[in-house]
């Protein structure tokens, strides 16, 4: 939930975030568990908490309710970009917006990690340098090792493993060192 986000960034609890705020220390609990959705929340008790956290009451919605879409969705749509836009225009449009750090922020590490690696990949295939401000997630590696939706199909209906050490073998490397497995960018429909 984006509101724990915050209070993570604030270096602040729950508790402190209710004393400061005047909202009942049980609202806040219900609002970070999501008991209680924020779009659900008084004008005031928005107003409260937008105030304490210094972003604005309307971003506290927003930010709120977004639904994250499915990941192959993201990873299509990305690819579509850059294809759309190009390679430099991509990467330009992405570090402008820093739209990776805003995903991990928002703790969607997984699209975030993927963003990161399109740019580096894009970045060594026009021998451009890498940005460096986002060196400390370039180390980052997701627990488990994310395959493409069509290799576990593949996997599944040949009831075989084989489909997943082919992948690898073929993947991309900065998209490897996150644990994303990711072989084509290029040809997407």
């Given at each position: 939930?984006?509101?724990?986000?915050?209070?993570?960034?604030?270096?602040?609890?729950?508790?402190?975030?209710?004393?400061?705020?005047?909202?009942?220390?049980t609202?806040?609990?219900?609002?970070?568990?999501?008991?209680?959705?924020?779009?659900?929340?008084?004008?005031?008790?928005?107003?409260?908490?937008?105030?304490?956290?210094?972003?604005?009451?309307e971003?506290?919605?927003?930010e709120?309710?977004v639904?994250?879409?499915?990941?192959?969705?993201?990873?299509?749509?990305?690819?579509?970009m850059?294809?759309?836009m190009?390679?430099?225009?991509?990467?330009?449009?992405?570090?402008?917006?820093?739209?990776?750090?805003?995903?991990?922020?928002?703790?969607?590490?997984?699209?975030?990690?993927y963003?990161?690696?399109?740019?580096?990949?894009?970045?060594?295939e026009n021998?451009?340098?890498?940005?460096?401000?986002?060196?400390?997630?370039?180390?980052?590696?997701?627990?488990k090792?994310?395959?493409?939706?069509?290799?576990?199909?593949?996997?599944?209906?040949?009831n075989?493993t084989?489909a997943?050490?082919?992948?690898?073998?073929?993947?991309?490397?900065?998209?490897?060192?996150?644990?994303?497995?990711?072989s084509?960018?290029r040809?997407?429909?």
């Amino acid at each position: 939930m984006y509101i724990n986000t915050l209070i993570k960034q604030k270096n602040m609890t729950k508790y402190k975030l209710a004393k400061l705020s005047g909202v009942p220390n049980t609202t806040v609990v219900d609002i970070c568990s999501g008991k209680t959705a924020i779009s659900k929340c008084t004008v005031e008790t928005l107003y409260k908490l937008a105030k304490v956290l210094d972003i604005s009451m309307e971003e506290l919605v927003v930010e709120s309710t977004v639904i994250r879409p499915e990941f192959e969705y993201f990873k299509s749509t990305i690819c579509h970009m850059v294809n759309d836009m190009g390679d430099i225009d991509f990467m330009i449009h992405t570090l402008e917006s820093d739209k990776i750090r805003k995903l991990f922020n928002r703790e969607w590490y997984l699209e975030s990690l993927y963003l990161l690696a399109m740019v580096d990949y894009l970045s060594r295939e026009n021998d451009f340098p890498l940005c460096m401000e986002y060196n400390d997630l370039r180390n980052a590696r997701l627990q488990k090792i994310v395959y493409p939706l069509g290799v576990h199909v593949r996997c599944i209906a040949g009831n075989s493993t084989r489909a997943m050490k082919e992948c690898i073998k073929n993947a991309i490397p900065e998209f490897l060192r996150h644990n994303i497995v990711e072989s084509e960018i290029r040809n997407v429909v």
